[in-house]
């Protein structure tokens, strides 16, 4: 059970290279986009650091539940600086590339749908082409109801509605981080 409710320096330790994350009152002798982009910098690199020492968080908080000190009847594992830990799980399944067998039987399927495609292909093109033919005139019904649906004010207003927009077109600023 680990409790770290105890104050930490706010620097963070990645290997041998220290990421300090500065205080707001660190940050107001420097501009604007120097703030903004050393905060950035530091991000990227404690969020590569979280994925890397992932793995060995999970072990820990396996090794506790395992242990059966949890700091609840659940799966918490951590309670410390405003945070809560708790362990969950995700179903995951395994796929061609990590299990031969699945590939195999992948195989099997593809050849034996197209086994049974050449078998039934006169009846599929005939079905094809009813598809194709359906589809036409679902198309013409569709025209028909729009046309039902609209007159010339209503194409007006629309005209006035899209005019309008595109007149209030403006461009929204962001910031775009690249590592260097």
Known sequence: ????????PCRIYQEFTMIHIP???ELETESV???????????????????????????????????GNSLSKGKM?????????VLGQRKKFPNEKSDPMLETLSSQIRNAELAEIKRNSAE????????????????????????LKQNDYIIGLKAQYSDRQQKGEYYEPYLITYQE
Do not use: H
């Open 1 to 8: 059970m680990y409790d770290a409710s105890f104050q930490k």
């Open 23 to 25: 205080r707001k009152d």
């Open 124 to 147: 599929l093109n005939q079905i094809t082409d009813q598809i194709e033919s359906l589809r036409a005139e679902i198309e013409k019904l569709q025209e028909k109801e729009q046309a």
């Open 33 to 67: 986009l120097e703030q903004y982009a050393k905060l950035k910098k530091d991000l990227v690199n404690c969020q590569d650091w979280l994925k890397e020492i992932e793995p060995k968080a999970l072990d820990e908080a396996l090794t506790i539940l395992q242990s």
């Open 77 to 85: 594992v951590y309670k410390g600086n405003g945070l809560r830990l």
